[in-house]
């Protein structure tokens, strides 16, 4: 079991950067896969990236890749999303996600409340 707080969301200007950041409160968060999603207004929830439990392996949704990046602090139970060159069209709610699982991609079993971004143009 793992509880998720999402954090760092806001307005910002499109071109700008953001970075969200998801503490989980468990003892084992080096065991668990980590991710972030993000659902706009009438879309479906949509993967944008994940990380294995040791960092070695990620993964990215075309939409995002190049322009976000994740990461993780053992240490300190967190994963960041490093968003840059935003765009109004990455305005949603973002969730960060968890799983047991090895596989970064896939269904994930744990989520925050979420954050919201909004990029203005």
């Known amino acids: 079991q793992v509880q998720l707080v999402e954090s760092g969301g806001g307005l910002v200007q499109a071109g700008g950067s953001l970075r969200l950041s998801c503490a989980a409160s468990t003892r084992t968060f080096s065991t668990f896969t980590m991710g972030w999603f993000r659902q706009a207004p009438g879309k479906e929830r949509e993967f944008l990236a994940g990380?294995?439990?040791?960092?070695?392996?990620?993964s990215y949704a075309d939409s995002v890749k190049g322009r976000f990046t994740i990461s993780r602090d053992t240490a300190k139970n967190t994963v960041h999303l490093q968003m840059n060159s935003l765009k109004p069209e990455d305005t949603a709610v973002y969730y960060c996600?968890?799983?047991?699982?090895?596989?970064?991609?896939?269904?994930?079993?744990?989520w925050g409340q979420g954050t919201q971004v909004t990029v203005s143009s």
């Open positions: 990380i294995s439990w040791v960092g070695d392996r990620t």
């Open positions: 996600a968890a799983k047991r699982n090895i596989v970064v991609s896939g269904p994930y079993d744990y």
